[in-house]
């Protein structure tokens, strides 16, 4: 099974909070075939609060992910900040269907929380990555001056006399009441 590191053990734990904390880099998400970063770091810190009957996971990632420009296709590091909160139950079978609840099989000794990382963490990205420089001005890239080149202009002056007149009807519209 991939991500072996990422099961953390709970059959010999006490009763009570206990702190796990991992490093991930680019090898983490290449192993879910995702290459989308160009580099990863990423600090995970995983709290499990074990219960008598439930297990509940507390998990934070923080650091950085470098991800292309989705317009001048630069790289630029993303900030990144996720956090996710797991309940683990048992029950008679293995059941991942609700995103917030694990049902684990009564005599498991380990969950593996890699998929929950994972998905935790894409999320986290934007959806529209813009690098910095785009967004303060300070970028100079080819691809910025075509962009520019290819904005359309908008027209300074409004001239009435421009406009189709089967349009005027619809303005009667809004001043018949």
């Known amino acids: 099974m991939k991500n072996k590191e990422y099961r953390i053990p709970f059959a010999g734990l006490k009763q009570g909070k206990h702190k796990f904390e991992f490093e991930l880099d680019k090898t983490f998400f290449d192993s879910f075939d995702y290459y989308e ?3 990863v770091a990423l600090n995970l810190t995983v709290v499990l609060n074990r219960m008598s009957t439930v297990l509940e996971f507390e998990m934070e990632a923080i650091g950085t992910v470098n991800v292309n420009c989705d317009l001048t296709n630069e ?3 993303q900030e990144i900040e ?3 909160e797991l309940l683990v139950k048992f029950g008679e079978k293995f059941n991942d269907d609700d995103d917030e609840i694990l049902i ?3 005599g498991e000794h380990q969950v593996n929380i890699a998929q929950y990382v994972y998905e935790m963490i894409v999320l ?10 785009v967004l303060d001005g300070t970028m ?3 691809a910025l001056k075509k962009l520019e080149e290819l904005q359309p202009k908008e ?3 409004k001239n009435e006399d421009n406009i189709d007149p089967r349009w005027d009807a619809l303005k009667n519209l809004l001043t018949d009441k």
């Open 37 to 39: 970063f160009n580099e």
């Open 75 to 77: 790289p630029f590091d």
């Open 82 to 84: 996720a956090n996710l």
């Open 104 to 106: 684990i099989p009564h």
């Open 124 to 133: 986290a990205v934007p959806l529209k990555r813009i690098h910095p420089g």
């Open 140 to 142: 100079t890239s080819e």
């Open 155 to 157: 027209s300074k002056e």
